[in-house]
């Protein structure tokens, strides 16, 4: 018999649990969660808008899937991995042997060493106990400030904005969604947000969260800001200290595993936000934490746990926020990432609408094509409009991972009707853009001789 | 001096000027043109159901778009083409001389030889005027037969019915959309509009159309349904008498070209409705008749037609269309196609939802995905929802011109975000169970042995 033994029960442990028994059913699976419901972590800031009517709408009961799948679920914490005697321990005393085991702990929200971190009113998000503790907090609050720019504080601004409170977001880079945007498409987002009214304070770091007790003030340099609520999304920390205990290598905190996704141990497998992945561009490691990638992992590691074989091809981190209306997409590198890996690049950029322009309802859309200048390839992609975003991110993530280059995109087959879409493709239009940027680069060459 | 003549300022006509101007500043191009302005006949059903406000929305002064480019624009018709003597003559008795020249003379709407087709009351939609007829006559209309289940004629029963009309849909083929979907989807726009209250007679033909002067009523078989208004959408006539009479080969009425798009005549190209087109599936000739390859063969011979290089690759049909809330994508080629072309295939097919499940708002969608069994790879695909559907049949043209297989598609890297796209992807699901299907395929075949 063999015994798998999955710790975590998110997005990657339960894919692996499912797909290991649908691989191999004859298998003894246990999965190890302290979670009893299972849920979309990216779901919970529209439970707390209010978009999704309560939490029991995003969750399920771990237990029931598991049942259902013949999978063994305990609800217990693993305190500790044995990996020569291939045992876990956990909280409650109880061992747990397996032939092989999946690591998928997720992540932890990051809480930076700030003064006063640690007072009520200040919260992060990950949890659906978090969730349930903001949707309280949010009955009385008038005044919220957001420290960090990235998805989930974005999220949650708007959220705030909706619920009527006053907003101010601390970024301390010079533009929010730093990391995945460029500045040119930070900055859309920016204003969408300034629109709303978020008042924002970038380029500044948080010195102090002040308050007796429960926050009542945050302190940015010369600045003391009211806030009776306090979100911090600064990121999280892969969930690997369990994993390194047991000798199993990190790097830069996430675990570091092979093409099959096995750790430096044996029948040791690591999936989810714990996890460094590999950039299908760069080669180089980087940690992903989206959930399409959890579930990528979940599938990979669910197979080769019990003897299917599954390679990981990497991630290009391709991503979609809502932000009031505004839908905000990328894929691959940035120029940024790009100007990091020393990648000369060529960009396509032009603005155009999301269906014919003289169809009630049209809107704009924002796209730029980032393109590797020696050999053409699309590397990248920044999309923003109010509709059709995610379709045009999955193809440009297609794109690259296809090595597809500029004339590739220029010949694009798609369609076209003016409810819907419009005559000339946005994609088309700027990678049409791109063409024309290199021809130049190489006219203004020629005059030079 | 290089003369180009282009004869059609349509989608493909005008395109081939506006490019051929940028490819050589310095060449003489006229446009002879029988129509003062340009407009996409797409846009015209929307025009006639009020949801573009009129017509002079959706069209522009083709002689001032001239104008600008330094294009001359002639509104004339062009009655016969001298290829020895390299000239045109038009109607009004001018004579123009080329060094190369563009046929982008477009499409005729077919009338069927039945009797009663040439009664007042019965409509083609193709130019500007028959638009304008159909929105005089729809102010006293009370009952439409709409001859023909095609893009055309279901656009035109949407809106009909919208304008309150009693609405009788007759197509000679058992399903509408026969030729660009299967079946099992063409179902699905069926029920939509039965629905909303359209009839449907299906599987038979119009035997006569009956009136005194004005249509009263529609035979079809041993049934007379009473008609104010008719609407014949059975296709399009490629415009090729003028090619034809000047020694220019038609395959099947579309003229026949080369990978440049110039016909069997040195220096004469063609673009557009009148041309054959290559699957890029299957590379055998046919009729595209789409706006988006009017536009690409306007580009090409534009291009080629002034001393440029650029190859045609080819069509895939990529169409979408909106039929009351529902959008209808389709590329490649269909089951049927495959049949016909005595390719063995394996079919991936699923449901899903348009954004997370339980996000408010979220759509049922129907996708499937058809691959060569022998090779894996993709070569059609099919969706209708409510929304979203744009970016997929793109996404999926992408991929058949870039020969992907099932697992390619299984690896997309799309985007999730629950209020837009759900942490499932379709795409990957549909391809799932396409292999899934392909491993049973084994499985039955192993143990026979």
Redesign the interface.
């Known amino acids: 018999m063999h015994d798998l033994v999955i710790i975590g029960g998110g997005?990657a442990g339960l894919t692996a649990a499912l797909t290991a028994k649908k691989t191999n059913w004859d298998a003894n699976i246990t999965l190890i969660t302290n979670e009893e419901l299972s849920y979309?972590p990216?779901?919970l800031p529209?439970v707390i808008g209010g978009?999704?009517e309560g939490l029991d709408?995003?969750s399920k009961d771990i237990v029931k899937i598991c049942k259902e799948s013949e999978i063994n679920c305990v609800i217990d914490t693993v305190i500790s991995i044995d990996a020569d005697r291939k045992l876990v321990k956990t909280e409650r005393g109880e061992e747990f042997s397996y032939t092989s085991l999946i690591i998928a702990t997720g992540g932890v929200p990051f809480k930076p060493p700030i003064p006063g971190v640690e007072l009520e009113g200040v919260y992060t998000l990950q949890r659906i106990e978090d969730a349930r503790k903001i949707m309280h907090a949010l009955e009385k609050a008038k005044n919220a400030v957001v420290i960090g720019g990235g998805a989930i504080g974005l999220e949650m601004a708007a959220i705030f904005i909706k619920r009527g409170l006053k907003v101010t977001l601390i970024e301390q880079f010079e533009h929010v969604l730093a990391r995945p945007l460029d500045p040119d498409f930070s900055v859309l987002v920016e204003n969408k947000l300034k629109e709303r009214g978020v008042e924002f304070i970038l380029n500044k770091s948080v010195k102090e969260i002040r308050g007796e007790g429960h926050v009542e003030s945050v302190k940015v340099e010369d600045r003391t800001i009211p806030a009776d609520i306090v979100l911090l999304g600064v990121g999280l920390r892969p969930n690997s200290e369990l994993a390194k205990k047991a000798g199993i290598l990190t790097v830069d905190g996430g675990i570091k595993t092979d093409g099959l996704l096995q750790t430096n141990i044996d029948d040791v497998y690591a999936a989810g936000d714990c996890v460094d992945s590999r950039s299908?561009v760069t080669g180089k490691l980087m940690l992903s934490q989206?959930?399409?990638t959890a579930?990528?992992h979940g599938m990979i590691t669910g197979m080769n746990a019990v003897g299917g074989y599954a390679t990981f091809?990497g991630?290009?981190n391709?991503?979609?926020?809502?932000i009031f209306d505004l839908?905000i997409?990328r894929?691959g590198l940035t120029e940024g990432d790009a100007r990091e890996n020393e990648i000369d690049i060529v960009v396509g950029k032009v603005k155009g609408t999301t269906r014919?322009s003289?169809?009630?309802g049209a809107k704009e859309i924002d796209i730029k094509l980032i393109f590797n200048a020696l050999n053409r390839k699309i590397i990248g992609a920044q999309v923003i409009a109010e509709e059709?975003?995610?379709?045009?991110?999955?193809?440009l993530?297609?794109?690259?991972?296809?090595n597809?280059e500029i004339m590739?995109l220029m010949?694009?087959?798609?369609?076209?009707?003016?409810?819907?879409?419009p005559?000339?493709?946005v994609?088309v239009e700027a990678a049409d853009n791109a063409l024309k940027k290199l021809r130049r680069m190489m006219e203004v060459r020629k005059r030079r001789f």
């Open positions: 997005g979309s990216c779901a529209f978009e999704i709408k995003i299908m989206l959930g399409t579930i990528r091809e991630v290009l391709s991503m979609i926020l809502k839908e997409g894929t014919s003289y169809f009630p059709g975003v995610a379709g045009k991110i999955d193809l993530a297609f794109a690259i991972a296809h597809a590739d010949k694009l087959k798609y369609c076209y009707t003016p409810p819907v879409a005559s000339h493709n994609i």
